[in-house]
T-cell receptor
Framework: DQQVKQNSPSLSVQEGRISILNCDYT??????FLWYKKYPAEGPTFLIS?????DKNEDGRFTVFLNKSAKHLSLHIVPSQPGDSAVYFC??????????FGAGTRLFVKA | SQTIHQWPATLVQPVGSPLSLECTVE??????LYWYRQAAGRGLQLLFY??????ISSEVPQNLSASRPQDRQFILSSKKLLLSDSGFYLC??????????????FGNGTRLTVT
């Protein structure tokens, strides 16, 4: 049972444009959502998070939007830079201990 | 500041051999500790987590086990590796306080290839 789904395995965007990464979830008990960025042969690094009581959280070029009724969240990167090219994982958490990840979306930012 | 160390970075082991991967965290006390695995083309699968010494919760039935002999040490083991155990293994920790809103912090991972 995939509780967190990232249906786009890859995304290609021109430098300077907006990147929008999408994520859907099925577990209504998730109360906290996170986005991670991962380069090859490295561990994921935390990017940004959002509590289920909010619908938007912004940190510099990164903004996460949460639509609870649709069980959908998205990560917006504006403007996109070549260094943003990586795999992005969406994750949900309930109860404070277990963080469940999606399969990831590989972002390519073209110069 | 807190740091997490995971070793080795890469490992090639024959089928049927034992496994021991070690992870240590510095700069924090009583962290929650986690083992994840990323199989080829798949997301990060939670294998084990621990909220204290000797306390291990297993998420999936498998050929692996975990132990926490010290507060900041987490070990992933197997008595006999299978081909399907190949993957990228990641250790992670979260703060023991304000647990709901504490992000996971990952180590650099171990690439395990079982031949």
């Amino acid at each position: 049972d995939q509780q967190v789904k990232q249906n786009s395995p890859s995304l290609s965007v021109q430098e300077g444009r907006i990147s929008i990464l999408n994520c859907d979830y099925t577990n209504s008990m998730f109360d906290y959502f996170l986005w991670y960025k991962k380069y090859p042969a490295e561990g994921p690094t935390f990017l940004i998070s959002i509590s289920s009581i909010k619908d938007k959280n912004e940190d510099g070029r990164f903004t996460v939007f949460l639509n609870k009724s649709a069980k959908h969240l998205s990560l917006h990167i504006v403007p996109s830079q070549p260094g943003d090219s990586a795999v992005y994982f969406c994750a949900g958490r309930s109860g404070g201990f277990k963080t469940i990840f999606g399969a990831g979306t590989r972002l390519f930012v073209k110069a | 500041s807190q740091t997490i160390h995971q070793w080795p970075a890469t490992l090639v082991q024959p089928v049927g051999s034992p496994l021991s991967l070690e992870c240590t965290v510095e700069g924090t006390s009583n962290p929650n500790l986690y083992w994840y695995r990323q199989a080829a083309g798949r997301g990060l699968q939670l294998l084990f987590y621990s909220v204290g010494i000797g306390q291990i919760s297993s998420e999936v039935p498998q050929n692996l086990s975990a132990s926490r002999p010290q507060d900041r040490q987490f070990i992933l083991s197997s008595k006999k590796l299978l081909l399907s155990d190949s993957g990228f293994y990641l250790c992670a920790w979260t703060s023991p306080t304000n647990r709901t809103n504490s992000p996971l912090h990952f180590g650099n991972g171990t690439r395990l290839t079982v031949t």
